[in-house]
């Protein structure tokens, strides 16, 4: 990405399209699932994103089909978004192992809450 932080939305959204292209509500359903529904899109903010992640390298179109007699769009992640995602995931687990060791660390040894 860019010099912006990846937002959560924008974490999802790229390890939604991790296996294969999708399409929109393809995406909102993943997303949905992998975030244990937390992050759930809206069509809207969906293509907002995906404006986005297009403008940084880090989604393509994949290719367009119709359905039902509309356009269904089907994104893909690029290399550049690969490595985007490998890196925010490796971001996220480093501050994760630090705030565990420091949680650890203030434990009451008696009682195991915090001092």
Same mark, same amino acid.
Not at 82 to 111: G, K
């Given at each position: 990405?860019?010099?912006?932080?990846?937002?959560?939305?924008?974490f999802?959204?790229?390890?939604?399209?991790?296996?294969a292209?999708?399409?929109?509500?393809g995406?909102?359903?993943d997303?949905?699932?992998?975030?244990?529904?937390?992050?759930?899109?809206?069509?809207g903010s969906?293509?907002g994103a995906?404006?986005r992640?297009? *403008?940084? *390298?880090?989604?393509?179109?994949?290719?367009? +089909?119709a359905?039902? *007699?509309?356009?269904?769009?089907?994104?893909r992640?690029? +290399?550049?978004?690969r490595?985007?995602? +490998?890196?925010?995931?490796q971001?996220?687990?480093?501050?994760?192992?630090?705030?565990?060791?420091r949680?650890?660390?203030?434990r009451?040894?008696?009682? *195991?809450?915090s001092?």
């Amino acid at each position: 990405m860019s010099t912006r932080a990846m937002t959560e939305p924008a974490f999802f959204i790229l390890t939604a399209l991790l296996d294969a292209p999708r399409h929109g509500y393809g995406i909102v359903a993943d997303v949905a699932e992998l975030s244990g529904g937390r992050v759930r899109l809206k069509i809207g903010s969906l293509y907002g994103a995906l404006d986005r992640l297009v *403008g940084d *390298g880090l989604v393509e179109l994949d290719r367009e +089909e119709a359905w039902q *007699g509309r356009l269904r769009r089907y994104y893909r992640l690029t +290399e550049r978004g690969r490595h985007a995602l +490998e890196a925010e995931a490796q971001r996220m687990a480093a501050n994760a192992r630090l705030a565990s060791t420091r949680l650890r660390a203030h434990r009451s040894p008696i009682t *195991g809450s915090s001092s």
